[in-house]
């Protein structure tokens, strides 16, 4: 195991009783506590836990209806916030509730702890996570499932990554070595591997994403061919390569969202570094290839697109070619409006240096 230390839930601890939620409880009542900040344990059964988030869903919906983005963004806010106010225990690695879920990450990630308080909206978290982690997660581009650690981003939409395939189908320039910022549950790394370049040094900020991908590899043939560090950006690797991959965070950071997700929301200053370090990492004739999306744009969370502003005012690089994806629409089963969603296009930015 690396040392490095990850990220994972905290556990509560609580000298005082807390209130406790189960089926006899009033519903009503329970949300005026969430809402006054105080917590509730749920107790007897873990679908006591489902019911009563599912009742807090309808009443926070009632005011932030879901039709447009930035309602959308209200309500997680308050979800969020009320949401981790709902508890329940673990002991000796279980939860002490019937009918719950076995989770190995309570054993794997709480070596030292075997008996514990969380949200329920961690555990549901780690259940998830245990999921995919154990059976697997089938990506179309690749040959093989992956198995993501928790806390690791993984992709759940593939439109980006279909359009990295082609890309990296129609690629003709040599093939000794990649860099991939960012690297996550290691997809754009294992498809630059299959189509054939020898080498790719990857990088993320994310501890869970280098620990598990180490884990996952370490008894493959691709642990050879893949150098990981916990690093940003491009880490300590400062020789000139064929080929620069990222795929950053789709949306600027707003002040509404609270405990920012670095996968999922950039901040101002990660493009203009970004490119300044590629500029002196990429060899005379390589590719920068970054996967982005008009997410932003069509959400009207802003009219920037940092790609073009970098051609229009870097003086770093020059636009080879851009490839764009309709995507595909969200299933009938959602619970969000998108109807701007049918706007959406992945796009995929071939950069060259000036």
């Known amino acids: 195991m690396l040392d490095i230390t990850i990220n994972k839930p905290t556990p509560f601890i609580f ?7 189960n089926s006899s409880t009033d519903v009503k009542q329970a949300i005026k506590t969430l809402e006054a900040g105080k917590p509730l344990l749920i107790t007897a059964f873990y679908s006591n836990g489902l019911l009563l988030l599912k009742a807090l ?11 447009t983005f930035k309602e959308q963004r209200a309500y997680r806010s308050a979800y969020h916030k009320l949401s981790n106010l709902i508890l329940i225990e673990v002991k000796d690695h279980q939860l002490t509730v019937k009918k719950a879920p ?5 054993k794997v990630l709480y070596p030292e702890t075997s008996s514990f308080i ?34 690791a981003y993984f992709p759940t939409r593939f439109d980006h990554l279909i359009l990295f395939d082609k890309w990296l189908t129609r690629y003709k320039g040599p093939k000794k070595s990649a860099i991939d910022v960012g690297v996550g549950s290691g997809v754009l790394s294992f498809q630059i591997l299959k189509h ?5 040094f990857a990088t993320d900020t ?27 950006l491009f880490g300590k690797w400062d020789k000139q390569t ?28 990660l493009f203009p570094e970004f490119f300044e370090q590629a500029k002196k990492r990429l060899l005379p004739n390589g590719k920068l290839v970054i996967l982005f999306s008009n997410l932003a744009q069509i959400a009207e969370v802003t009219t920037e697109h940092p790609i073009e502003k970098e051609l229009a ?16 629409l969200a299933s009938k089963n959602t619970k969000r409006q998108q109807n701007w969603r049918s706007l959406e296009m992945v796009e995929l930015w071939e950069l060259t240096g000036n």
């Open 15 to 21: 000298k005082q009783p807390l209130k406790v939620f």
């Open 57 to 67: 869903d309808v009443h926070l919906k009632t005011t932030w209806p879901h039709t």
């Open 102 to 106: 076995a989770i190995g990450w309570l």
């Open 118 to 151: 969380l949200t329920f909206v961690q555990i549901q978290g780690l259940n998830s996570s245990w999921q995919w982690y154990s059976k697997g997660v089938v990506i179309p581009v690749l040959r093989n499932k992956i198995h993501p650690y928790y806390g």
């Open 196 to 200: 054939g370049f020898q080498n790719v």
């Open 206 to 232: 994310n501890p869970n994403a280098i620990v598990g991908l180490t884990e996952s590899i370490k008894d493959t043939k691709l642990s050879r061919k893949i150098e990981l560090e916990y690093a940003s």
């Open 242 to 269: 064929e080929l620069i991959v990222f795929n950053p965070p789709w949306l600027p950071t707003s002040n509404e969202i609270q405990n920012i997700d670095e996968a999922m929301y950039y901040n101002a200053t």
């Open 313 to 328: 005012e870097g003086g770093r690089f020059q636009l080879s070619n851009c490839y764009k994806k309709s995507v595909k």
